[in-house]
T-cell receptor, first 112, second 114 residues
Framework: DQQVKQNSPSLSVQEGRISILNCDYT??????FLWYKKYPAEGPTFLISISSIKDKNEDGRFTVFLNKSAKHLSLHIVPSQPGDSAVYFCAASAVVNNDMRFGAGTRLTVKP | NAGVTQTPKFQVLKTGQSMTLQCAQD?????MYWYRQDPGMGLRLIYY???????DKGEVPNGYNVSRLNKREFSLRLESAAPSQTSVYFC?????????????FGSGTRLTVV
């Protein structure tokens, strides 16, 4: 059962514009939500996280929004840069069972 | 550079062969993990070790065994490889189990079973 879903396999945006990556989840027990970035032939790199008690967390150009009632989170990248081109994974973790679940990933391409 | 080191980076096995994937971290993290990544599936947890001396099953443990050799090292063993185990394997570590500050991943082992 895929408890974390990223329904868009790919996204293409112009440099300088906003990138919005979306993620849905089904398990209401998740306590933390995270975004990872992955370049080819490398492991995922942690980007930003948010606790389930918050609805927004910012770190520079990256902002994560959480809508618990809709079981939805999103990652906003503003402004987008060509170096942001990578696969982005959404993940969720529940303290009770120590099991971090990942979505299938969204490939972001930022065009110059 | 500090981080998680995985060996080997690539491996081809015949069905039925065995092998051990090695992982070591130098960040003094307590928890370590093994994930596999398959197309369209994201990363799935195979086994994890909350601390030295403990290991637990994850989402897809069948066909694998693990050993937490010491605080630094966490190995994954395939006793009798099957084509369904063709995948990219990632080792990761974190200071705590909750993972709020994210996991640090190695660069992966690409395994093909023929």
């Amino acid at each position: 059962d895929q408890q974390v879903k990223q329904n868009s396999p790919s996204l293409s945006v112009q440099e300088g514009r906003i990138s919005i990556l979306n993620c849905d989840y089904t398990n209401s027990m998740f306590d933390y939500f995270l975004w990872y970035k992955k370049y080819p032939a490398e492991g995922p790199t942690f980007l930003i996280s948010i606790s389930s008690i918050k609805d927004k967390n910012e770190d520079g150009r990256f902002t994560v929004f959480l809508n618990k009632s809709a079981k939805h989170l999103s990652l906003h990248i503003v402004p987008s840069q060509p170096g942001d081109s990578a696969v982005y994974f959404c993940a969720a973790s529940a303290v009770v069972n120590n099991d971090m679940r990942f979505g299938a990933g969204t490939r972001l391409t930022v065009k110059p | 550079n500090a981080g998680v080191t995985q060996t080997p980076k690539f491996q081809v096995l015949k069905t039925g062969q065995s092998m051990t994937l090695q992982c070591a971290q130098d960040m003094n993290h307590n928890s370590m993990y093994w994930y596999r990544q398959d197309p369209g599936m994201g990363l799935r947890l195979i086994y994890y070790s909350a601390s030295e001396g403990t290991t637990d099953k994850g989402e897809v443990p069948n066909g694998y065994n693990v050993s937490r050799l010491n605080k630094r090292e966490f190995s994954l063993r395939l006793e009798s490889a099957a084509p369904s185990q063709t995948s990219v394997y990632f080792c990761a570590s974190s200071e705590t189990l909750t993972g709020y500050y994210g996991y640090t991943f190695g660069s992966g082992t690409r395994l093909t079973v023929v």
